[in-house]
């Protein structure tokens, strides 16, 4: 079975432009985490989905930040304005369920976008 | 707020053991994991704590006192592809979410 799906892998773009990111979760799985690692700060949980409704986005930074995930199968996550603080790898997981009961399911991690804003 | 604290960096010798400490506020959170994160790559689950006691997989194991907001990973027997970066994650109350600690970065050397 083919894990959580990320793309792009890299992405280098200019001040100012819009990013745009990309996750497929694992088929079956109702939940969706929206992770920003940076190496002062560490996995930084943005925005969490359950059954394609935004449960939690206390953690976005700011306005210029957003995701949506329209269906089961794909989320995204965009930078409008995008600055060179945003740089930091992002990392998309799911769950089947997220953790209040003894049967938890881990998150499982797609390999990250690496974004760089010069 | 809630906090996790782990050591930033640790060294160890191959064939030895080492304990990686993590502690967090006790009133905040409900079961413990534990990541695994090398270089440039994903975070990978290691273990699972929502009792205290140690549990055990293969070399790995991992250990919560819920009472005393601590939990730590012991890596048995060290291998080089052990060097890499444990995560220690607390599983907040009453809401879905994850809190990492900053990571510990482990060294093996040979």
């Known amino acids: 079975d083919a894990g959580v799906i990320q793309s792009p892998r890299h992405e280098v773009t200019e001040m100012g432009q819009e990013v745009t990111l990309r996750c497929k979760p694992i088929?079956?799985?109702?939940?969706l985490f929206w992770y920003r690692q940076t190496m002062m700060r560490g996995l930084e949980l943005l925005i969490y989905f359950n059954n394609n409704v935004p449960i939690d986005d206390s953690g976005m930074p700011e306005d210029r930040f957003s995701a949506k995930m329209p269906n089961a199968s794909f989320s995204t996550l965009k930078i409008q304005p995008s600055e060179p603080r945003d740089s930091a790898v992002y990392f998309c997981a799911s769950s089947l369920s997220a953790g209040l009961t003894l049967n938890t399911d881990t998150q499982y991690f797609g390999p990250g976008t690496r974004l760089t804003v010069l | 707020g809630q906090n996790i604290d782990q050591p930033t960096e640790m060294t160890a010798t191959e064939g030895a053991i080492v304990q990686i400490n993590c502690t967090y506020q006790t009133s905040g959170f409900n079961g413990l994991f534990w990541y695994q994160q090398h270089a440039g790559e994903a975070p990978t689950f290691l273990s699972y704590?929502?009792?205290?006691g140690l549990e055990e997989k293969g070399r790995f194991s991992s250990f919560l006192s819920r009472s005393k907001g601590y939990s730590y990973l012991l890596l048995k027997e060290l291998q080089m592809k052990d060097s890499a970066s444990y995560l220690c994650a607390g599983e907040s109350y009453n809401t879905d979410k994850l809190i990492f600690g900053t990571g510990t970065r482990l060294q093996v050397f040979p």
């Open positions: 088929s079956g799985h109702d939940y």
């Open positions: 704590n929502v009792l205290d």
